[in-house]
């Protein structure tokens, strides 16, 4: 079966310091991949998604930046964070097949102070 | 950005159905309608899509309109457990944009 981890689960970080959140996917081969923040009391917004490696769309512009280095790997890195980038991340995968569903990861819980 | 209108919360009994409405009235042919849910500090869990007829699984069922512009999910006995954010979502590709949801609490 397909499990995706996420880590670390939080993460407390001072404003300019970089960041680096990891994902990984198991049981599945070609997964799109997708990053989402979720700000507090705030619905989903999805960052990024890759279609394969190397390849990373950007839905919304930001100091945030992600990588797939390889197939069932995708990382959010960001070089300086803000205040603002506080919130739940979010990692999700899915088959590929604009028909199915995401599956989500369990989460990082980011503060940035 | 979200294609669809949610009510902000609802409350539903304990044992009762529970009919969450989404309004999609822009949405095109080939999309989609998702439906997932957060439990709090969670990632969403999926639980039901469509395209035209209505869906059943084990979770829920799913009622879109003829004309595809609106669609109910139902949550045929509501438990406790069931108190989460629900999502509807309209999609024809990889992209899910999720707005703010519906915040559905079961009440004993």
């Known amino acids: 079966s397909q499990t995706i981890h996420q880590w670390p689960a939080t993460l407390v970080q001072p404003v300019g310091s970089p960041l680096s959140l990891e994902c990984t996917v198991e049981g599945t081969s070609n997964p799109n991949l997708y990053w989402y923040r979720q700000a507090a009391g705030r619905g989903l917004q999805l960052l990024f998604y890759s279609v394969g490696i190397g390849q990373i769309s950007s839905e919304v512009p930001q100091n945030l930046s992600a990588s797939r280095p390889q197939d069932r790997q995708f990382i959010l890195s960001s070089k300086k964070l803000l205040l603002s980038d506080s919130g739940f991340y979010l990692c999700?995968?899915?088959?590929?097949?604009?028909?199915?569903?995401?599956?989500f990861g369990p989460g990082t819980r980011l503060t940035v102070l | 950005d979200a294609k669809t209108t949610q009510p902000t919360s609802m409350d539903c009994a304990e044992g009762r159905a529970a009919n969450l409405p989404c309004n999609h009235s822009t949405i095109s042919g080939n999309e989609y309608v998702y439906w997932y849910r957060q439990i709090h500090s969670q990632g969403p869990q999926y639980i039901i899509h469509?395209?035209?007829n209505n869906e059943t699984n084990e979770m829920a069922s799913l009622i879109i309109t003829e004309d595809r512009k609106s669609s109910t999910l139902i949550l045929p006995h509501a438990t406790l457990r069931d108190t989460a954010v629900y999502y509807c979502i309209v999609t024809a590709g990889n992209q899910f944009y999720f707005g703010t949801g519906t915040s559905l609490t079961v009440i004993p």
């Open positions: 999700a995968w899915s088959g590929g097949q604009s028909y199915n569903e995401q599956f």
């Open positions: 469509g395209l035209k």
